[in-house]
């Protein structure tokens, strides 16, 4: 095999490798994609429920409470923050 041989192999795998690449990101967008629709539906489901009084809003909230630890989101709940503890940023 002669190093042109070679270059062109060289050559091949740089272009597979972009290409792996780009499907891989893109795999990885769509995911990303899908992982946020199924939270929108599932939040809308879950607001239905409870407008309708098919599931408590104690029952969301104490969800909430739980769950939710970060100031901004807690704020869109109109949930106290949580007290800050002594070390933490």
């Not at 939270?39 to 879950?46: E, R, T």
């Amino acid at each position: 095999m002669s190093k042109s041989d070679l270059d062109k192999i060289d050559e091949q795998i740089k272009q597979l490798n972009a290409k792996k690449q780009r499907i891989k990101a893109k795999q990885n967008t769509q995911n990303r994609k899908d992982d946020t629709r199924r939270k929108i539906l599932l939040g809308a489901v879950v607001l239905k429920k409870v407008e309708s009084g098919d599931w408590p809003r104690e029952k969301m909230i104490s969800l909430l409470e739980d769950h939710l630890t970060k100031k901004s989101d807690r704020a869109l709940f109109d949930l106290e923050p949580l007290p800050e503890i002594k070390g933490e940023n």
